[in-house]
């Protein structure tokens, strides 16, 4: 210690004296800055590495409050709760803002021990520091050449996977806030497009540099891709909006790039802890949202994350990246249910529709309508629906193995997938490595698959049909339900929806035009099957009204692989 209470002791035992060399040795070879006070915290001895890290010599601290070294970069409650462990346990340990001698602001690992007397009464505490923004430099010249972007020497996407656990982790002990900005630049295709890709890169860098000059030592910032950057930014208080607004008109200054003078439109998101979220993943989903939010504003605005529109696109987010998670290996948390379709006069199953389930850990079932309006929204209804066939065709595969002889099944086909060039072969690839035939299987599909391009959807499905399968028009009853589509298309099967079946026994014309579908489905030579029957009543009307096949909650309702085969019997 730099003091000189404990030198020139000559202790009579030996022991302590040499125990007091050793801890003389140790504490002026440690890294690590040592702190002793009295039991009110005024400063009576520190080491050299104390002095390192902080600029004050020992003279200059000691008999002073350990006050002078604190930053205003936390709340009073931060401190409170600190000193409420100390009296409590006796230690604290965590990661502190502290000010330097220089009024520079640097951040620290602080360990606190009370040391107690005989009567276990508190007589001094002890402080370990160690100064973390040393360690970082360290830690990032090692990663800096992975960690960087190569474009603007920002840090890169691993960058802010590591330094996002840690800030909101030193967010979390000390009661910070974490904001994360999510900054898209605007005009970067535009720019490619017009100028060339250098003049993109010359964009970006200047993007760069200003949100370099921008940020502060405390902040983290990183190239996403593109022209979309991140900014973590701890903060004591709540920031104000002014900071933003700055921050927008800083990016919408017109840039300069060779002889053009580019204006661009930089949208900003903003998200934050503890308010948005606790995790990595929520916090930037809801910084994103904010971001595609202030894109759709117009121009050159920043938002902030806090609206209920928010929260359910931060799910429909998070639930497609689960979707996707799952579809690019073999799916675990997705799995088919079967609904039974009957023959109504004597109950006996007669086929059944495999249904999508979804079980996500912590979250439940996912509703199987949110779940496909998720999928539809992008291609991954294409893997969806290809995974439910390939299913349905595995399952097939394993009970005929047993000898369990399956009904005719069907599966819900999306209008994309029947835009894909290369379905047909697919499915009949998909068969062939299953040892299905076409006839067994019956694939469903709404009008709106018809709707787009008629003519090719024609020739597809009368290729499928061509091969066996056999094709149901869903929901038959809603939407335009043209009859020119029973008409033109290649039908066996049209299923009527269940929104003509749900008042039926009260609903005269409802009755009328069940009738008469029926009729003109047995003039057309198609199947009918009814949707929805749930009563005794619709079914003993529908049954009046000479329909046969019927699916239903009445029924049964969609049920796991072994529930359905042991309905078999
Ligand atoms: P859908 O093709 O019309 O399927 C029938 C839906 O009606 C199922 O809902 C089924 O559970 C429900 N249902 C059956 N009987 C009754 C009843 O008596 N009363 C009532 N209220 N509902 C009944 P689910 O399973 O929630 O599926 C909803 C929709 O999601 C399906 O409507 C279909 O459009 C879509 N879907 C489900 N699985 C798949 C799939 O594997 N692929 C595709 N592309 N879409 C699927
Ligand atoms: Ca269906
Ligand atoms: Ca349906």
Redesign the pocket.
């Known amino acids: 210690m730099q003091t000189d209470r404990s030198e020139n002791v000559t202790p009579d035992d030996p022991h302590v004296f040499y125990l007091q060399q050793l801890s003389d040795y140790l504490l002026h070879e440690s890294g690590e800055g040592v702190m002793l006070t009295d039991h009110q915290g005024h400063i009576l001895a520190v080491n050299a590495s104390f002095s390192q890290i902080t600029g004050f010599s020992a003279d200059e601290v000691s008999g002073k409050k350990t006050a002078i070294l604190r930053s205003d970069h936390h709340p009073p409650e931060f401190y409170q709760q600190l000193w409420y462990n100390i009296q409590h346990k006796g230690r604290w340990q965590g990661i502190v803002w502290n000010r330097r001698k220089d009024c520079s602001v640097y951040q620290q690992s602080l360990k606190i021990r009370a040391i107690y007397d005989r009567q276990q009464a508190v007589s001094h505490y002890i402080a370990l520091i160690r100064d973390l923004t040393l360690q970082t430099a360290e830690a990032g010249h090692h990663h800096a050449l992975t960690t960087l972007d190569r474009l603007t020497g920002l840090g890169n996407r691993d960058m802010l996977v590591s330094r996002f656990s840690q800030q909101l982790a030193q967010s979390r002990d000390n009661c910070f806030h974490l904001y994360v900005i999510w900054i898209d630049g605007g005009q970067l295709a535009s720019v490619n497009q017009q100028f060339g890709l250098a003049s993109g890169d010359m964009l970006i860098q200047q993007q760069a540099q200003r949100l370099q000059q921008w940020t502060s030592g405390k902040d983290t910032l990183i190239r996403l891709y593109a022209d979309d950057y991140i900014i973590l930014k701890p903060a004591v208080y709540p920031a104000k909006a002014s900071y933003f607004d700055m921050l927008v008109q800083r990016l919408a200054q017109p840039v300069c790039l060779g002889n053009h003078q580019v204006t661009v439109a930089p949208a900003v998101g903003v998200s934050c802890y503890p308010a948005d979220g606790d995790q990595e993943e929520q916090l930037l989903y809801a910084a994103e949202s904010a971001m595609l939010e202030a894109k759709k504003q117009g121009a050159n605005c920043w938002c902030m994350f806090n609206t209920r529109q928010g929260q359910a696109n931060i799910r429909r987010h998070m639930l497609k990246h689960k979707l996707t998670e799952q579809l690019q290996h073999t799916p675990d948390q997705l799995q ?2 079967f ?1 039974p379709k009957v023959l109504m006069e004597t109950g006996t199953i007669c086929g059944a ?4 389930r979804w079980q996500l850990p912590g979250e439940g079932w996912v ?3 949110e779940l ?1 309006s998720i999928a539809e929204e992008s291609r991954l ?1 294409i893997s ?2 290809r995974w ?1 066939v390939a299913e349905v065709c595995r399952i097939m595969h394993r009970y005929l193995q047993q000898n369990i002889c399956f009904p005719l099944l069907s ?4 209008a994309k997938q029947l835009n894909e060039h290369d379905f047909a072969d697919w499915l009949s690839n998909c068969l062939a490595n299953w040892g299905i035939k076409g006839h067994q299987l019956e694939m ?1 599909v ?1 009008e709106s698959a018809f709707i787009d391009n008629e003519m090719e959807a024609i020739k597809l499905l009368r290729s499928l049909q061509q091969s066996g399968l056999r094709i149901a028009l ?2 038959f009853g809603t939407g335009y339900s043209s009859l020119s589509y029973l008409k033109d298309m290649p039908l066996n099967t049209v ?1 009527i ?2 929104s003509l079946i749900s008042d039926i026994t009260t609903n005269q014309r409802a009755q009328c035009i069940v009738r008469n579908l029926r009729m003109l489905a047995t003039d057309l030579q198609l199947s009918l099957v009814v ?4 009563t005794t009543e619709q079914h003993q009307l529908l049954r009046q009204l000479g329909c046969q096949r019927a ?4 029924f049964a ?2 049920l796991p692989g072994t529930e359905f085969v042991a309905m078999l019997g």
């Not at 529709?353 to 999508?356: K, N, Q, R, S, V």
């Not at 699916?551 to 009445?554: D, I, K, P, S, V």
Request: aromatic fraction near 12%; charged fraction near 30%.
């Open positions: 088919l249910y609904q529709e495999a249904l999508i509703s199987p309508s496909i209804i969806l629906d439910v599966f819900n086909i999306s469903e709404t869903d929901d299923k929806d269940r949707e929805g029957v749930e699916q239903g909650y009445y309702r969609p």
